[in-house]
């Protein structure tokens, strides 16, 4: 990068920690420091937002639509429904028990063991996808510098660490304003440079005619699959399950408007959420979708990810992966030749030449596919033998367009956006991972009678310890396969289903008691761990199967304890 370029990205990060520091400096007890009330709707939705939103979306989602379309938009499908039914059930709930931690509920209707159950695997998926969040960002900053990805982990975790060690609940919050401030700024200036940077011939009416041809803006699947991952049904269904539990159980956006000054201002900060949240991501897949056009007119790598793709031409595999980088070229020439004759076609608004002109574009870009499809056999060939997992370059198509084509100046911001998006996602899950387990276990179960300084100490010690815990999680994330949009969601899945289960039992379902919902959830997050080991039913599932499982289970088993109980037999 140039030096304007990094004094816009140091300037940037620089003034949002120090503001957030100085803003909330001398937190004097576990509430300010875990849940100040002091918020409004707009801060609420932003941190909201933020918390969400989290660098791997800004790396990984455009990646997404680059290889596989828009569909990936129906995953958030559920969620203006999910804010509705939060906004009617769980605020005015939380509120009126006054509660730190979503999981003091479940002490309240059920037991401590429970609770201690729900906070666990919070902490566990949580405690994960904190970790992939460091990782998104390092990516980014070490394929710049050149550095080990390994001190990149430790440099931008340590930076979050600090200023949400130092502030607290109320840090993450009021940082979180301008960070989704540079976020916005930044996707703008995105979606313009990728047009701008467009050949002349090429407008933005024919720049999104060539996406749709090439079926990148096919948004809505109204086919029913169980193994499809993004469909209309799994969107609404299972989506809705997962926004359920991701913001009515997940403390990390819990405490998000827990921190409102009324349930109004909650309500409202989770309304504004739902509103505005679906046309962002599609305003981040519409961004890839575009650099997969601009792609068509610009030669791409053969892998995305520069440094796999020199260790490559350096190993014994290099004459190998080198002729095919040379038959890559080959053919992007041609594929440049048959995109320009498509917009042509496009212009001239001839049915027949627009699809002969598309059937010959389809034809490069597939023989594109199959030589990349040589190259990635090469390099998962590599990885293996050198005892790391397949790896996916997805995650690097956004950033090698904003590094390699993007103005002096411009590159520093898209990189500010990033690891803002970062800093505020991975604060909030510190946070949140903080509170979680100081309220729920070491003030409930281990240190019951301490002093509030003690507390407050002890929250500033556990935000230590989780951002450790994520950062060592960060270290072997490279080994993923998954895109980390998809990887970060499957996660969440595998556990989100279970803890919405006991949510909605504690909430509905007064005649199901500690004993048998406790069983239920163990059982239930069994079948799920099972669905994704042996099965090919798309993630999203796991949430609308875990979740009735619980339920299901739940009544069972108390129909079952009751019978034990009343010494009757179920013939």
């Not at 596989?68 to 009617?88: E, H, I, K, N």
């Not at 003091?104 to 970790?131: C, H, N």
């Not at 609940?169 to 979180?176: K, L, M, R, Y």
């Not at 793709?309 to 992966?321: M, Q, T």
Request: with cysteine; charged share 15%; net charge positive.
């Amino acid at each position: 990068m140039s030096p304007i370029d990094w004094f816009v990205l140091i300037f940037t990060i620089g003034f949002i920690t120090a503001y957030g520091i100085w803003k909330t400096r001398g937190s004097k007890n576990t509430k300010e420091y875990l849940l100040s009330k002091k918020m409004s709707w707009g801060t609420i939705g932003l941190s909201i937002m933020a918390t969400q939103a989290s660098a791997i979306t800004f790396l990984s989602t455009p990646g997404q639509a680059f290889s596989d379309g828009m569909r990936f938009v129906q995953f958030y499908f559920g969620l203006p429904l999910a804010m509705v039914v939060l906004c009617m059930t769980a605020v005015p709930l939380y509120q009126r028990l006054h509660v730190y931690t979503a999981y003091e509920f479940l002490e309240k209707r059920f037991d401590v063991k429970t609770r201690s159950l729900g906070a666990f695997l919070f902490l566990i998926q949580r405690g994960l996808a904190a970790g992939l969040t460091i990782y998104a960002p390092a990516l980014v900053l070490s394929t710049i510098l050149g550095w080990e990805i390994f001190y990149v982990n430790l440099i931008l975790g340590g930076i979050v660490v600090l200023y949400t060690v130092v502030g607290g609940t109320e840090a993450v919050s009021i940082t979180q304003k301008q960070q989704m401030f540079v976020i916005f700024v930044g996707l703008m200036v995105a979606l313009y440079m990728v047009f701008a940077l467009m050949p002349q011939e090429v407008g933005v009416w024919e720049a999104v005619q060539v996406a749709g041809k090439a079926g990148k803006l096919e948004s809505i699947d109204f086919s029913f699959d169980w193994n499809n991952r993004y469909n209309i049904w799994s969107g609404i269904i299972g989506g809705f399950f997962l926004q359920l539990s991701y913001f009515g159980t997940d403390q990390s956006q819990v405490q998000r408007y827990l921190g409102g000054k009324s349930t109004t201002e909650s309500r409202l900060g989770l309304i504004f959420n739902g509103f505005i949240k679906i046309p962002m991501q599609f305003l981040i897949l519409f961004i890839g979708a575009m650099v997969f056009v601009f792609y068509q007119f610009h030669e791409p790598p053969l892998y995305f990810n520069q440094v796999e793709a020199a260790k490559v031409r350096r190993s014994d595999n290099g004459s190998e992966f080198i002729s095919l980088e040379q038959k890559y070229h080959q053919v992007f020439t041609q594929k440049r030749e048959q995109a320009i004759a498509l917009v042509e076609a496009l212009k001239q608004g001839e049915p027949q030449q627009i699809d002969h002109a598309k059937a010959l574009l389809d034809a490069q870009n597939s023989a594109a596919r199959d030589i990349r499809n040589e190259a990635l056999a090469i390099i998962h060939r590599q990885n293996e033998a050198e005892g790391k997992g397949k790896s996916s370059d997805t995650n690097y198509v956004f950033l090698t367009f904003v590094i390699n084509y993007l103005p002096k100046g411009l590159i520093g911001l898209l990189i500010a956006l990033v690891i803002c998006a970062s800093m505020s996602s991975t604060s909030s899950e510190l946070n949140a991972l903080a509170s979680t387990t100081v309220i729920d276990v070491y003030k409930r179960s281990v240190r019951p009678n301490e002093s509030e300084s003690h507390y407050l100490k002890a929250s500033q010690w556990m935000t230590i310890g989780w951002g450790a815990y994520a950062i060592l999680f960060a270290e072997f994330a490279s080994t993923l396969s998954n895109n980390l949009i998809e990887a970060v969601n499957i996660l969440g899945s595998l556990f989100y289903g279970t803890i919405l289960g006991i949510f909605l039992v504690a909430f509905y379902v007064k005649s199901v008691k500690a004993k048998a919902i406790f069983q239920a959830a163990i059982l239930a997050e069994m079948v799920v761990l099972f669905c994704w080991k042996f099965t090919n039913i798309s993630y999203l599932w796991f949430n609308l199967i875990g979740c009735a499982a619980v339920i299901l289970l739940g009544l069972l088993l108390q129909l079952f304890h009751k019978q034990h109980t009343d010494g009757t037999s179920f013939a």
